[in-house]
């Protein structure tokens, strides 16, 4: 297994100019400071258009993947140092602008800003895929005009009111720790206050205010139970009745009997939790299998063996001696890709130069990294050419 690299010189790091502006800020007379204000928060509006060209050059050239990133989102965040949401605002709006360049005028009069041109953009991205709805150029333009000077809680309202599908932000899990995973949600205002009720009972029961991390536990616990054969197969456990006779408000004992059991599943730490976890681990030993499929690499039918196939052991060496990850790095900024995402076995010597499937001429890289492989091989006059030939309509 060889780590690819590249000739690609490291970017140049520099350093800030000193600011023009760096002047005995107290000695300003209160119109100066307010002028002074005034034209700083201009010049910030023109530098981040400046970065939004920059970036849309950037992403034109793929430099992001020449330097070890797999896409721009993994630059922007990485090497620019932007938060991820803003680094999201930041992309989106270079494509807004790229469609519409009139935008330009909006974000540096301030009448639009860059976080409002990227939720009307998300909004007509999730249009067209939910809806399968083309916009014209006109449409989206006058989409964004009729968002100027408002606030981005305005801006959701309305772009909510039109097509919540497309509006609400989109559920996410994203995985802090080993154990810990932030999802997000949005929820009606009527599950919302079912979920309420429902803190209230097992907080007045059991005397302690449920998080909603607990209240999910405690439901999806509760759901198994009902609907999962494979946890109804798992030998009861004999459950110490409650002492406490008070049902509560719960709507009949079944279900009072129920929370409970889950509620101490949750509670005892020890005995309970453990035979917990194993019947959880039974669910999981049987659903492996599903795992597997998801994350085993596709494997071409036997029956179609050509000179390309390449072996099932073969892929499973790469994948194991790439830990699933891209494996390009740039020698010279000494970035390694290491995404997990959009990954493809590739050949090192690619098969028309006579690159044979065997492990050693394989590697494990994503889309941006297989793109400049791809370019180091055949030159990128040939690799653009071949994209153009085969883009969709
Ligand atoms: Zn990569």
Known sequence: MQVIQSDMSPPKILTNPPIETAINIRKLSSTELLLHTKRLALDERRIGIEVLHHLREIERRR??????????????VKELEFTESSAYHRISAMRAM???????????????????VSQVQSFLRAEAVHKKKTFSKE?????????????????QKELVDRSPVSALPKQRE????????????????????????LQDLVGRRFKEPSSYA???????????KKFDPLMKMAPEKKEPQSKSNVRGELESPEEGREMDAAVKDRSNAGEDMRSSEASHARYRS?????TRVLSTPRVLSTSKVNSRYISSSARAQVWKEARGRCTYRNPKTGIRCGTTRWLEIEHLTPHALGGTNSPDNLTLLCKAHNWVRAKQAFGRGKIEKYERANKKP
């Open 174 to 197: 994203k995985q802090m720790t080993e154990e810990w995973t932030e999802l997000r949600v949005c929820l009606k205002q009527e599950t919302l206050q079912k979920l309420k009720r």
């Open 214 to 224: 607990e209240l999910i536990d405690l439901l999806a616990e509760l759901g198994l």
């Open 98 to 116: 790229r469609d519409l360049p009139e935008l330009e005028e909006a974000l540096q009069t301030g009448k639009l800003s860059v976080s409002t």
């Open 63 to 76: 430099i992001y993947a020449d330097i070890g990133y797999a896409s721009l989102f993994d630059y922007v």
């Open 139 to 155: 449409d989206k333009a006058s989409l964004f005009r009729s968002m100027e000077g408002k606030s981005t809680r305005e801006v």
């Open 286 to 290: 049987r659903t492996d299998c599903t």
